[in-house]
């Protein structure tokens, strides 16, 4: 069965106190490792899909890199504007056309000045 | 922009109803989904579907239905509500990897939600 965890469940940040969240991940074949931040009583938003070990993706103070089992997201410098909860989600190769998606239950973030 | 929009921000409802949550995505998308989202529990599937008129059983169907009549729309369906269905429910779209090229993958794109009570 295809598993997703994430860790930390919650994380406090002082404003420009860099951070790495972690996404671990046991399928049988990965199609796709995707990231999204979700803000209290929204959707989630997406941020980033890593296709293979080595691949990094960066937006503004977030980058994603990703191995052969695990996922970081890396904060650099946080802002209060980036407190939000942040959901991983594997897709793997035999979901046919309908790409579906496995979540993690998040890690919410919480930054203050 | 993507665009999902799901028509309630907030419902109630009582025990016992029949309940229609309504989501359409206007980004010509072959693939949507219902989930719903728990604390702890993360979101789960609950239906799919990957063409007009087709469904699939999600990860936790029981007690829900769903209806794809137009390609842009769908219907998740409570059928006789119960207090344990009080959540948040969210739907997605995404393209399908037909139309893609295998492997080749794109994001779900999400509306906001509809939070449904069960009184």
């Known amino acids: 069965e295809d598993q997703v965890t994430q860790s930390p469940e919650a994380l406090r940040l002082q404003e420009g106190e860099s951070s790495s969240l972690n996404c671990s991940y046991t399928v049988s074949g990965l199609r796709g490792l995707f990231w999204y931040r979700q803000d209290p009583g929204k959707g989630p938003e997406f941020l980033f899909t890593l296709y293979s070990a080595g691949e990094e993706k960066e937006k503004e103070r977030l980058k994603a890199t990703l191995t052969k089992k695990e996922s970081f997201l890396h904060i650099t410098a946080p802002k209060p504007e980036d407190s939000a909860t942040y959901l991983c989600?594997?897709?793997?190769?035999?979901?046919?056309?309908?790409?579906?998606?496995?979540f993690g239950t998040g890690t919410r973030l919480q930054v203050t000045l | 922009d993507v665009k999902v929009t799901q028509s309630s921000r907030y419902l109630v409802k009582r025990t016992g109803e029949k309940v229609f949550l309504e989501c359409v995505q206007d980004?010509?998308?072959?693939?949507m989904f219902w989930y719903r989202q728990d604390p702890g529990l993360g979101l789960r599937l609950i239906y799919f579907?990957?063409?007009?008129?087709?469904?699939e059983k999600g990860d936790i169907p029981e007690g829900y239905s769903v209806s794809r009549e137009k390609k842009e729309r769908f219907s998740l369906i409570l059928e006789s509500a119960s207090t344990n269905q009080t959540s948040m429910y969210l739907c997605a779209s995404s393209f399908s990897t037909v139309r893609l090229g295998q492997g080749i993958t794109q994001p779900q794109h999400f509306g906001d939600g509809t939070r449904l009570s069960i009184l």
């Open positions: 579907s990957y063409d007009v008129k087709m469904k």
């Open positions: 989600a594997v897709q793997v190769v035999d979901t046919g056309t309908a790409s579906k998606l496995t």
């Open positions: 980004m010509d998308h072959e693939n």
